[in-house]
């Protein structure tokens, strides 16, 4: 079970750290990520963590933007979003498998169920 949380209202600009946390478990055996929805559009994938703490990166609208990390003593997995737009808004799904076969959605047996970020123009 990945419980996401974080996400809120934020002017153009702004901030926002998205949680993922796993109440239920350990996630140092996972590969973890973060998907974004944006409405009318299809799942994309953000950024990705392995096991061993070294990134995936997402597309190149979040680069030197995001930044996944993770906490195992704490079983949680962040994303820190900086200089937010308009864009940005979105669904932020969390989503974890054993194995990292690749940045699909399809790839990816368990996920969160979402927390909303909204950014203001």
């Known amino acids: 079970q990945l419980v996401e949380s974080g996400g809120g209202l934020v002017q153009e600009g702004g901030s926002l750290r998205l949680s993922c946390a796993s109440p239920?478990?350990?996630?140092?055996?996972?590969?973890m990520a973060w998907f974004r929805q944006a409405p009318g559009k299809e799942r994309e994938f953000v950024a990705g963590?392995?096991?061993?703490?070294?990134?995936?990166d997402g597309p190149s609208s979040v680069k030197g933007r995001f930044t996944i990390s993770r906490d195992g003593a704490k079983n949680t997995v962040y994303l820190q979003m900086n200089r937010l737009t308009p864009e940005d808004t979105a669904v932020y799904y969390c989503a974890a498998d054993l194995t990292f076969y690749g940045i699909d959605e399809s790839d990816f047996g368990s996920w969160g169920q979402g927390t909303q970020v909204t950014v203001s123009s």
């Open positions: 963590i392995r096991k061993s703490g070294s990134t995936v």
């Open positions: 239920g478990g350990t996630i140092s055996p996972y590969f």
